[in-house]
């Protein structure tokens, strides 16, 4: 599964080089971190919307954009969808009220 969230990182790393004429994540990435966020934002609200509606299919095309959208985000700033799992991982197994609460401290 993280073979196909890095072969992704690995284009839209590659994308910030391309003509914006010629590739939808570069014409996000060359206009920045505002276009880039209001797609998320966007993808965000579809993701709700899909889930409101009960179509199962749908939700799941939803989310993979939204994260598409996010991993062009964390591109942006220099990220990889490896950081997040690494992140995940590091998470496992802890009570997600403990993590809570030790963010608090």
Do not use: C
């Not at 993979?64 to 964390?74: C, K, R, T, V, Y």
């Not at 197994?93 to 401290?105: M, V």
């Amino acid at each position: 599964m993280s073979d196909v969230l890095s072969a992704i990182q690995d284009t839209l790393e590659a994308r910030r080089s391309a003509s914006p004429d010629e590739s939808y994540t570069a014409q996000l990435l060359h206009k920045g971190q505002d276009k880039i966020l209001k797609k998320v934002i966007e993808e965000a609200g579809e993701v709700l919307m899909a889930s409101k509606d009960g179509d199962q299919a749908h939700l799941v095309y939803e989310v993979a954009d939204l994260w598409f959208h996010s991993m062009i985000l964390l591109t942006h700033h220099n990220l990889r969808a490896e950081d997040v799992l690494q992140e995940l991982a590091r998470r496992q197994g802890l009570s997600g009220l403990a993590e809570k609460k030790a963010r608090q401290e």
